[in-house]
């Protein structure tokens, strides 16, 4: 398939099933990445500092995707997929050559020009965007619950609020999917370093959301869950300031 159809695919979810990845495909083209950094690496910073950048670019993509899926009414998502439905059915006979049913040329050409005409409309439905969270404890949740579940197809293990300090936060991580096949008790901070892509990914989604902070993560390992890794948000002194300026009289 060209690579340019990948700018062809709707920003809506659509089709009969969710479209995955492989698993063990994403972690060999991860560990593939993560090689490759490391040998471009002057130093383990150096490497982290890599890592975070792919991830940031990433999350802030995360961030327009999310927040544009969430402002589309159910209703108008439902008409997306019959769309991507009576499509991908379409698709399938015309690419059949074998098939002797298979419809001329223009009428594929008149599919296709309903089809464009159809979605186009969708656009005029949505009434307004999502609007913007404001606050630390919704932003953290939608990354808890929407962009672990987009990611890796679950909510996170948990988020923790910092005891005694108003800046820090936790997402932990039971089961890192795209580090589950390399092992932090030969190297704890080598472990650490390959799980700054998702730091990029969590600091890109909440800096381009007005939450600028600090992202990094810890190995913590227990019996039960071996590969633990728990991400520590360290918002930046203004952003609480301004929380408690807006909502300390509420």
Not at 205 to 232: M, N, T, Y
Request: aromatic share 10%.
């Amino acid at each position: 398939m060209p690579a340019s159809r990948i700018y062809d695919h709707s920003l809506l979810p659509h089709g009969k099933t969710q479209q995955e990845v492989s698993l063990s495909v994403m972690t060999l083209l991860y560990q593939e990445m993560i090689q490759r950094l490391y040998k471009q690496s002057d130093s383990i910073e150096h490497f982290q500092s890599k890592l975070n950048d792919v991830g940031y670019r990433l999350g802030v993509n995360v961030l327009e995707l999310l927040n544009y899926r969430a402002s589309v009414p159910v209703s108008i998502i439902s008409k997306a997929k019959d769309l991507g439905n009576t499509m991908s059915n379409s698709n399938t006979v015309i690419t059949n050559n074998s098939t002797s049913n298979a419809p001329t040329t223009s009428s594929n050409a008149s599919t296709l020009s309903n089809f464009i005409d159809e979605f186009n409309s969708l656009g005029k439905d949505i009434p307004r965007m999502k609007r913007r969270d404001l606050q630390i404890i919704d932003i953290l949740q939608f990354i808890h619950g929407t962009v672990w579940s987009y990611l890796f197809g679950h909510v996170s293990s948990d988020l923790v609020k910092a005891q005694g300090n108003e800046t820090e936060y936790r997402i932990i991580d039971n089961e890192p999917q795209w580090t589950q096949f390399i092992s932090g008790a030969r190297n704890q901070l080598h472990y650490e370093s390959c799980n700054y892509m998702l730091c990029g990914v969590i600091q890109g989604f909440l800096k381009e959301s007005g939450f600028p902070c600090d992202v990094s993560a810890h190995w913590q390992p227990s019996d039960e869950q071996p590969q633990r890794i728990v991400f520590l948000i360290q918002f930046h002194q203004q952003v609480v300031a301004r929380e408690q300026l807006r909502y300390s009289r509420a």
